[in-house]
């Protein structure tokens, strides 16, 4: 009852805004946007038995859903819009009978489904890795190390190391691939000098998203169409979601080259009621670092961008009421009305809303960790030390042989190959005299 998967929130410091709790129930997203008066639908993630409104009691351990984690049976199913009740077909004397230790079923189905569908959000999380090959991902294919999430995501007291840079800020709990790896993994040493500013992730996560598209851009400024007075939904060739009239338009993309970024293992966040510049990209989560930062690496990220409903005149994001769970109580997804469905869900965050409302460019960082590929299918030298379209050609702030150009460098190389030449020409010459020399002299 301690542990964030039951709370949803932790107590963190962010920078420029102090000690705060920080997590599902304050921090917005630009997915699904924020959990405040939709718990009925999001919470049927929760670890718990009927968080349905803001009156929940997290006091009570009856409340606790332990088999959310430890069904080993794999037939434990959370009803759609329970607030995190079972649903009614599962057999519950069957389930209790198979407990155990968390397996990927378990995590997965939260944690792959994430934002509505799957590998919508993560990109490196989706459900190719219930049993990936291990071209998806060498740690969790069975014919590679057949790990299980908790292999890594250990847990004293159910308080677990591994936290989303979505809703925490602070660098303590991680996973880091040196837990199992040593720093200096390579027999190599001009690899292992790359460890001191480059992360494992960024030469051996090559791509994401290799099985199954993720989300990179979500509209919602589009949502609302109807054909005949109805809701519909349009797919592309392959089947996927490119518009619903509920949530808008969508772009997907599939085998993707990271972004990347200057990172040490701090962040902040957009909370509820922090003012916003419409005129600019709102960054939801900013992760902080640069090539200075001693404690800095290259990581690769996910960039999910989105445009999201804001009140023009407090200038601060909304959270909206989407679900609706009775007529007329504003739900987006009912009645597809932005006012109302804004009038309702700032409610329930305690602020008011104007009146007013548009739509703001949003971007939130997603570090990529998983589907991590095999040795032989890790990024190449000239990927990156290259002068055209590299890997890191947008990553700023330092110098990077074989991508920078800077004469006085190039001046002074050349300068120094010659001047290297010179003197093994001069030195060979005066050794071949003076053997002749000595030669002669015999």
């Known amino acids: 009852m301690h542990s964030t998967h039951w709370n949803w929130e932790r107590t963190e410091y ?30 049927r993630c929760h670890i718990g038995y009927g968080y349905a409104d803001a009156s929940f009691n997290f006091n009570d351990s009856l409340n606790v859903d332990c088999l959310a984690c430890h069904d080993n049976s794999a037939t434990y199913l959370k009803a759609i819009g329970g607030a995190g009740l079972p649903d009614s077909s599962v057999n519950l004397s069957f389930v209790a009978q198979h407990v155990g230790k968390p397996q990927r079923t378990n995590c997965g189905t939260c944690h792959f489904f994430g934002g509505g569908g ?28 057949d790990m299980q999430c908790v292999d890594c995501h250990s847990a004293q007291k159910h308080q677990m190391l591994g936290k989303m840079y979505s809703v925490s800020s ?5 996973v880091e691939c040196e ?9 190599d040493d001009v690899l ?49 979601d490119v518009y619903m009239s509920i949530k808008g338009s969508f772009v997907w993309g599939k085998n993707i080259k990271p972004d990347y ?18 005129s600019r990209p709102l960054q939801l ?46 739900g987006y997804w009912a009645e597809f009305n932005w006012d109302r469905a804004a009038e309702e869900g700032m409610k329930q965050v305690n602020l008011p809303y104007s009146g007013h409302y548009g739509f703001v460019q949003t971007e939130m960082y997603w570090p990529v960790n998983h589907m991590v590929s095999p040795k032989s299918q890790a990024v190449q030298c000239g990927e990156c030390h290259t002068r055209e379209n590299g890997r890191l050609a947008n990553l700023s702030g330092f110098y990077l042989p074989g991508r ?32 002749r020399k000595r030669k002669g002299s015999n």
Request: with cysteine.
């Open 192 to 240: 292992n000098d790359h460890t001191l500013k480059v992360a494992c992730q960024t030469c051996h996560i090559p791509t994401y998203a290799k099985v199954n598209p993720t989300k990179l851009f979500w509209d919602w400024s589009t949502a609302g169409r109807l054909r005949n007075g109805e809701p519909f939904e349009e797919k592309d060739s392959a089947g996927t």
């Open 118 to 145: 799957n590998n919508v959000k993560h990109g490196d999380l989706e459900m190719s890795m219930f049993d990936p090959s291990r071209d998806v991902d060498v740690h969790m294919a069975s014919e590679g190390s």
């Open 170 to 174: 602070m660098n303590r709990g991680r």
């Open 285 to 330: 989560n900013v992760l902080y670092g640069s090539y200075d930062d001693p404690d800095a690496k290259i990581y690769p990220v996910k960039i999910h961008r989105a445009k999201q409903i804001y009140d023009t005149q407090y200038r601060y994001l909304i959270q909206p009421k989407t679900v609706s769970t009775k007529p007329g109580d504003g």
């Open 179 to 187: 837990h199992c790896h040593s720093a200096m993994p390579h027999t």
């Open 404 to 435: 920078n150009y800077n004469p006085w460098v190039e001046f002074l190389g050349v300068g120094l190959l010659v001047l290297t030449l010179a003197a093994t020409v001069v030195h060979g010459s005066v050794r071949f005299l003076m053997n």
């Open 14 to 43: 962010v920078e420029g805004k102090g000690i705060r709790a920080i997590g599902k129930r304050n921090v917005l997203n630009n997915f699904c946007i924020g959990i405040s008066g939709n718990q009925q639908s999001c919470n």
């Open 261 to 278: 970024i200057w990172f040490n293992g701090t962040a902040s966040h957009y909370l509820v009621g922090d003012t916003l510049d419409p």
